[in-house]
Structures are given as structure tokens and as C-alpha cells.
């Protein structure tokens, strides 16, 4: 049986390259490298996992889909779960934080220089993610935004490259900002009712407070052009 993903993974493996060869990190039911290798996209990749539930459940799936000749399920943290021999060149990062995300490339940084790409898609604090890639000499080669679930998520794709960001292209994607997709909008359109609500809430003697969210809100109303 074919394994269904969701549609948040399989817009991340659009971007996995053919035949690369992929380290998932907190791979969990390790689902994205068995659809991947299950479709001819990929024929080797890694499922690293750090905690042992979640890997002992990838390692069930890969030998029930008869897969373990092509997937190695490894009980590791972050890019620990590789080594020079495996010749990775693609890692995804999906479903955490953005700051775990950062921490996880910060950690495993002098293992970065062989791999050239890397698909992220942090469930939040995307900024701070796109700082570390930004400090790291990691230039964004690419981004989406899409919806499920009620939930908006941002992929983030980036190779190695210098790009300076500006304080907008951390919050809102230098690429996704420039696109502005209808889900873009519509990420941003609620965000700004939020924050205006929030706004009215927050006493007038409050200045700092008030002053911080007026802020946001200008930053989503230049962004959206609707100043
Ligand atoms: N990547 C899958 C997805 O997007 O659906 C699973 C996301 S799940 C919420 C996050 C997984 O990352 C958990 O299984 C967790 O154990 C694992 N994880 C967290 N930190 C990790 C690390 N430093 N190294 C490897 N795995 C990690």
C-alpha cells in the first residue's frame, strides 16, 4: 500500500531533488522519505529521529514497507544522524519550531558544507530562521506558504549563497512577500485583525505595548499595501 501524505509533506518533497540522497531529521513515522523513495523520486535516504518512540515507529513502517534497503532509520540528534560516507547532499527539517530548526543546523553547522540543499518547514518563529540561514551564508533559493487543517505553514528552501535580508524579508519571506500568493494574504489579512483587536485591548497608559503593536501592524499593512 502507497503511503498518503499530507498535503504539508508532499509540498516539501516537491522540492527534495530527484535521486537525491536525504537525511529527514525527526523523521518520526518516517512517512516523507518512504513516499519519496515509493514514487522512484529518491533511492537512499536516512531517517534520523532523537527520540525513541517516534524511531521505533519509523523503523516499523520502513520494514513493513519492505524499504529497509533504502531508508536507514538511525536513533540520532540532529545531523549527528550522518556521516561523510553517506554522501547526504538534501536534509529536511519539518514540523517544529523555527528556533529547534535553527538550533538543529547550529549544532550540526560543520557538517553543512557538503550538503546543498536544505527544506525547512518550521510551524512558527520562521524569522528567527531565516536569521540563522541569512548569518550562515544560507541563501533562500525558494519558499511556499499553504494552508490545511485551518493551519498556515511556510516552506523555506535554501542553498548555500550570500543574500542580506531586511527586517520585512525575515518576517514575511523575501520571496513570499514578493509573490504575495492568496494564501499569503490570507495568513496575513487574519494576523492583522489579531493584532488589532489585541490593539483596542491594551490601556492607553500602555505606551510601550501599544507602540510594539502598531508597529506590526504598519510592517502587515506596508507589506500588503494597504496603508
Ligand atoms: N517531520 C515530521 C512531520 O513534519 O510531520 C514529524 C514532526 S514531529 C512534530 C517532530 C519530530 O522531530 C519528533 O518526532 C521529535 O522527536 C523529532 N526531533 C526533535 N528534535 C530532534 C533532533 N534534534 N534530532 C532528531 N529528531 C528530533
Not at 502507497?2 to 509533506?9: D, F, G, N, V
Not at 527534495?16 to 518512504?34: E, F, K, T, W
Not at 549527528?80 to 529536511?92: S, V
Request: glycine content about 4%.
Amino acid at each position: 500500500m502507497e503511503t498518503r501524505l499530507s498535503q504539508r509533506l508532499t509540498a516539501v518533497a516537491a522540492y527534495v531533488p530527484q535521486n537525491a540522497r536525504l537525511l529527514d531529521i525527526g523523521s518520526d513515522h518516517a512517512y516523507l522519505p518512504i513516499y519519496l523513495v515509493e514514487q522512484n523520486r529518491i533511492h537512499f535516504a536516512i531517517a534520523g529521529e532523537v527520540v525513541k518512540g517516534p524511531y521505533q515507529s519509523a523503523l516499523s513502517n520502513v520494514s513493513s514497507s519492505a524499504l529497509s534497503d533504502k531508508i536507514d532509520v538511525r536513533l540520532a540528534n540532529g545531523l549527528a544522524a550522518f556521516e561523510a560516507e553517506d554522501m547526504i547532499d538534501t536534509i529536511t527539517i519539518c514540523g517544529m519550531g523555527g528556533r529547534l530548526i535553527a538550533e538543529i543546523l547550529e549544532n550540526g553547522r560543520a557538517k553543512l558544507h557538503s550538503v546543498q540543499r536544505l527544506i525547512l518547514q518550521p510551524n512558527n518563529r520562521e524569522d528567527d530562521l531565516r536569521l540563522w540561514l541569512a548569518q550562515n551564508d544560507f541563501k533562500i533559493v525558494d519558499e511556499e506558504i499553504m494552508t490545511e487543517n485551518d493551519k498556515y505553514y511556510e516552506i523555506i528552501i535554501a542553498e548555500h549563497g550570500k543574500k542580506t535580508l531586511s527586517v520585512a524579508d525575515l518576517r514575511f519571506g523575501p520571496l513570499l512577500k514578493q509573490e504575495k500568493s492568496n494564501v499569503f494574504v490570507s495568513r496575513w489579512r487574519n494576523e492583522l485583525v489579531k493584532l488589532e483587536t489585541a490593539f483596542t485591548k491594551i490601556p492607553e497608559v500602555n505606551t510601550s505595548d501599544r507602540s510594539a503593536i502598531s508597529q506590526k501592524i504598519q510592517a502587515i499593512k506596508e507589506v500588503l499595501n494597504e496603508n
